[in-house]
């Protein structure tokens, strides 16, 4: 229901009406009178066709009443002798216009008027649900008149949704940072609320493998993601892509899309292969790429509530426009807004992105520069370019902390046999103090060939009960079961994987028969068969 109370004056309510009318094919003859009035407020036209199909012009007057700030009705002593007044004013038609209700006596008695043959008048009256249902159509009028700004009257074109789910696209090589950065972003303000997400292989390996993309095959996927990950069309999707990105002739480090073009944009992609050029030849590479990925996030988030990107060198988040130099000075001060662009968030009411800045800033100086992001992503280069294949892993173990024995010695097994398994204890030293479970879920999702996973009570129990959205990773399963290998312990269903997948008996076979099937998998695969 529209705030009329946003409207201060009856001046302003007039004004308000008249562009309303106008949106309606109304003609205005004379526009509302200023100053003492004699209870003229609008005379306007209006075209009808009659019985006979005779086009005839007929004059309206127009009274607006705005009783919303005291938020009573419209009565009779308010309005005075309608047939009167349009008489005087030669009119044959009466319309009032309110922005409360009117009272019953003035209902019945414009419903009297024009029922009544031996009057020459009609007369009917607009109340506020009525305009409520009006101005949907006109969403312009909506914006100028019914939302909020928080101190000056500069007309500034946007709509801060009360809150924004905001889902960010795990990527592989940094899942540890963003969730960290994303923790400390939910805690500190409540205006965006940020959530990892997971989607289907298939999906997001067309992001993280090169070549090229365009920005309209960049926004489905994000819609696909979105749709798979539960998440409702209005959310927002922040996601990664490896490949360049292209929007007509020029490769971009963002594009941001919407499946409706009067909405905002709800999908952002950003081009990790734009980044890494940009932190090519910088000293510092791995904070370079921390401060882009979380700047980029942050600029992401104020277009999409119609901050604009400026190109001049201000050193600022929106200065991510046009010139690589000056995207590396805003690189240099961290994530910070220019003057100008902090004049304009404090008119919108926008000071959360003040505090996503902040604490992002926060957040970087805090971080040493130990982390293995970028390690992580030149091993992938390094890979694909020597192997041309996209995986760090032959095989990747899944498995609850209580079947460890039985997973090392598959793992010994394998590496015996020279498959490069990931297991974690033989990646001690870049697993220690993650969170685990996101890291190996992303992991046997995007970097390993295969998972092994060892189906047993325990596992499914840390699968459902630690993950909220538990039917988006059910189908997760079910998609990505060419490369999920189960081991049945026990006889526990995982939702998701089909009973009818060749799973392996952990008690009918020997470590040594399992590993031989697995190097046939591999084999196999090397010749282009894919049966499990
Ligand atoms: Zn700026």
Redo the contacts with the bound molecule.
């Keep these: 229901m529209l705030d009329f109370t946003l409207i201060e004056t009856g001046e302003e309510f007039e004004q308000f009406c008249e562009e309303l009318l106008l949106k309606k094919g109304i003609e205005i003859i004379s526009k509302p009178s200023r100053g003492p009035d004699y209870g003229v407020d609008i005379l306007a036209n209006v075209t009808v066709f009659d019985n006979l199909g005779i086009k005839e012009k007929q004059r309206v007057l127009i009274e607006c009443k705005h009783f919303a700030r005291s938020n009573r009705s419209v009565r009779e002593s308010d309005i005075g002798n309608v047939i009167e007044r349009a008489i005087s004013t030669n009119c044959n038609k009466y319309l009032l216009i309110t922005s409360t209700t009117v009272s019953s006596v003035i209902s019945h008695q414009l419903e009297g008027i024009s029922n009544n043959p031996s009057i020459p008048i009609s007369a009917t009256f607009w109340s506020k649900n009525d305009l409520d249902k009006m101005v949907y159509e006109f969403p312009d009028l909506k914006e100028r008149y019914f939302i909020k700004t928080s101190q000056s009257n500069t007309a500034l074109d946007l709509n801060i949704e009360p809150k924004i789910n905001l889902g960010i696209h795990s990527h592989p090589d940094f899942t540890q940072e963003l969730n960290s950065i994303i923790k400390i972003w939910n805690s500190k303000q409540h205006h965006v609320l940020f959530s990892i997400i997971r989607a289907r292989r298939e999906l997001e390996t067309q992001l993280i493998s090169s070549g090229s993309i365009s920005e309209d095959e960049a926004s489905s996927i994000a819609n696909k993601m979105r749709d798979e990950a539960g998440f409702n069309p209005d959310d927002g999707i922040i996601q990664f892509c490896e490949k360049r990105l292209f929007g007509g002739p020029y490769y971009q480090l963002f594009a941001s899309g919407t499946e409706h073009d009067e909405e905002p944009p709800n999908t952002a992609t950003i081009s990790l292969q734009f980044m890494r050029l940009l932190a090519e030849n910088e000293k510092n590479k791995e904070t370079t790429i921390h401060t882009m990925i979380i700047q980029s996030i942050i600029h992401v988030i104020s277009t999409g509530i119609g901050l604009n990107a ?1 190109d001049e060198t ?1 050193g ?1 988040i ?2 991510f426009d046009d010139n690589m130099t000056d995207i590396l000075v805003g690189l240099k001060n961290g994530p910070k ?2 003057n ?2 902090e004049k304009q968030i404090l008119r919108m009411g926008a000071e959360f992105l003040l505090e996503l800045a902040k604490s992002a800033r926060e957040y970087l100086n805090s971080i040493q520069d130990t982390s293995k992001t970028l390690i992580r992503m030149e091993l992938r280069d390094k890979r694909k370019e020597v192997s041309g294949d996209d995986y760090d892993f032959d095989i990747a173990l899944s498995f609850a902390g209580e079947d460890r024995d039985k997973a090392e010695l598959l793992a010994n097994a394998l590496k015996n046999k020279n498959v490069n398994v990931f297991y974690d204890a033989f990646q001690k030293a870049e697993l220690w103090g993650q969170d685990l479970y996101s890291y190996l879920s992303d992991l046997y999702r995007l970097r390993a060939k295969y998972c092994v996973m060892f189906v047993s009570e325990h596992y499914s129990q840390k699968l459902w009960t630690n993950h909220e959205r538990k039917s988006a990773q059910e189908r997760a399963f079910k998609e990505n079961q060419t490369y999920i290998l189960p081991i049945r312990i026990d006889n526990t269903e995982i939702p998701g994987l089909l009973s009818t997948v060749g799973y392996l008996n952990w008690n009918n076979e020997s470590v040594a028969t399992i590993v031989k099937l697995i190097i046939n998998k591999l084999k196999n695969d090397k010749t282009a068969t894919n049966n499990v």
């Design positions: 400026h201000r600022c929106m200065d807004y220019c100008s662009c």
